[in-house]
């Protein structure tokens, strides 16, 4: 089993929402900084939002006022809440998480130890 689990992708349309989630059960101590990244294909993963511990979030400037991140401690899950979505948005989408707290809002892809498999997101016109 992978450490993190995402699930919720899915083919919408566009200005459709969906509700990705990420649990991390195995891995509750390393929730202190975890992050949502996406990659489409031919393209680098990149970034899209991070949560810290208090819930303090970022977010890439593309999804920010349409994507929103947050996390249960209590589930150990990450969610990320995508509406009015774009094609653009049609990417694989994973969730990443590490123990390290600083830097979280800035760190990219190779400050995160611990990687879901991924879920599809397809958005079509």
């Known amino acids: 089993q992978a450490p993190l689990v995402e699930s919720g992708g899915g083919s919408v349309q566009a200005g459709e929402s969906l509700t990705l989630s990420c649990e991390a059960s195995?891995?509750?101590?390393?929730?202190?900084?975890m992050g949502w990244f996406r990659q489409a294909p031919g393209k680098e993963r990149e970034g899209v939002a991070r949560?810290?511990?208090?819930?303090?979030?970022s977010y890439e400037d593309s999804v920010k006022g349409r994507f929103t991140a947050s996390i249960n401690n209590a589930k150990n899950t990450l969610y990320l809440q995508m509406n009015n979505l774009k094609p653009e948005d049609t990417a694989m989408y994973y969730c990443a998480a590490t123990w390290i707290y600083s830097n979280c809002h800035t760190r990219g892809p190779d400050g995160f130890p611990h990687w879901g498999r991924g879920t599809q997101v397809t958005v079509s016109p």
């Open positions: 949560v810290d511990r208090d819930n303090g979030t």
């Open positions: 195995r891995y509750s101590s390393s929730t202190n900084c």
